[in-house]
């Protein structure tokens, strides 16, 4: 297992950029299609409880964004 140390309170921490969120998002729904969204969920809320917040708001972020790809109905009315 990786022993990674966890930055100090107040250190930097990196961002993942958002074009690496979409891009998990859609691999997550490419792996497990219409259960995607509960698994990453599911991800988001093991790393919370272990206290890996900033894994798991990186796993909300994803979460979101495969809600927003799994979403096929229009954003408006159609003509």
């Known amino acids: 297992m990786l022993n ?3 930055p100090q309170e107040g250190a930097f921490r990196p961002v993942i950029p958002e ?3 979409w891009r998990a998002a859609n691999l997550m ?3 497990y299609g219409e259960k ?3 698994e990453s969920a599911k991800r988001a809320e093991k790393l919370a409880a272990d206290e890996g917040y900033d894994g798991a708001g990186t796993w909300r972020r ?3 964004a495969v809600a ?4 096929t109905t ?3 009315p159609v003509h």
Request: hydrophobic share 50%; no cysteine.
């Open 62 to 64: 994803i979460a979101d």
């Open 36 to 38: 995607a969204l509960e």
């Open 29 to 31: 729904l490419k792996r």
């Open 68 to 71: 927003q790809l799994a979403n």
């Open 74 to 76: 229009p954003a408006g």
């Open 4 to 6: 990674v140390p966890r």
């Open 19 to 21: 074009i690496d969120i």
